[in-house]
T-cell receptor
């Protein structure tokens, strides 16, 4: 079956620290992979995506590389800011999963000054 | 223009009432979804519609009924509300192009049943 497993939170970091949120997946076929971010009181917004192996998605200083050999899509940022405090969701979607998206459980990040 | 809009943003109601949440997308997408997010932020798919046809109907009580009058709208009607229905409900849409595109989410409806 299809599933996404991501690092449990909450994660608390100091401003300018390095961030890694781990995400691994199980899927048949070749899924697209996504990271979504949810700021307090808001809906989910796409942060970045990768549609095939070895693609790197990047946005707002965040990066994630689609690693087929390790079935991973870890999110990284070199220097976090207070404004990055949010919940981050890893997700997959593939052509043989129909229209369905599979989301991880979310990782809450708090960045303190 | 908001891509996926849902109303109302907040809904407080008493147990036993019937309520609806409306969702509209102006992206021209073929597929729309309803998700429930609990207090721990876990997202659970409830329904998925493709071109007005039900595709996914996960195990949710039959008090929940989606209605899709056209492919730009997917409304959620809930009968006989219970305390456990309190959650944030998100509408989303995506384009069905080989199933590889991202989903776009609405801002959510926070439902509180008292």
């Amino acid at each position: 079956g299809n599933s996404v497993t991501q690092m449990e939170g909450p994660v608390t970091l100091s401003e300018e620290a390095f961030l890694t949120i781990n995400c691994t997946y199980t899927a048949t076929g070749y899924p697209s992979l996504f990271w979504y971010v949810q700021y307090p009181g808001e809906g989910l917004q796409l942060l970045l995506k990768a549609t095939k192996a070895d693609d790197k998605g990047s946005n707002k200083g965040f990066e994630a590389t689609y690693r087929k050999e390790t079935t991973s899509f870890h999110l990284e940022k070199g220097s976090v800011q207070v404004s990055d405090s949010a919940v981050y969701f890893c997700a997959l979607r593939g052509s043989n999963t129909g229209n369905q998206f599979y989301f991880g459980t979310g990782t809450s990040l708090t960045v303190i000054p | 223009d908001t891509a996926v809009s849902q109303t109302p943003k907040y809904l407080v109601t008493q147990m036993g009432n019937d309520k609806s949440i409306k969702c509209e997308q102006n992206l021209g997408h073929d597929t729309m979804y309803w998700y429930k997010q609990d207090s721990k932020k876990f997202l659970k798919i409830m329904f998925s519609y493709n071109n007005k046809e039900l595709i996914i109907n996960e195990t949710v009580p039959n008090r929940f009924s989606p209605k899709s009058p056209d492919k730009a709208h997917l409304n959620l009607h809930i009968n006989s509300l219970e305390l456990g229905d309190s959650a944030v409900y998100f509408c989303a849409s995506s384009q069905e192009v080989g199933g590889r595109d991202e989903a776009f989410f609405g801002q959510g409806t926070r439902l509180t049943v008292v």
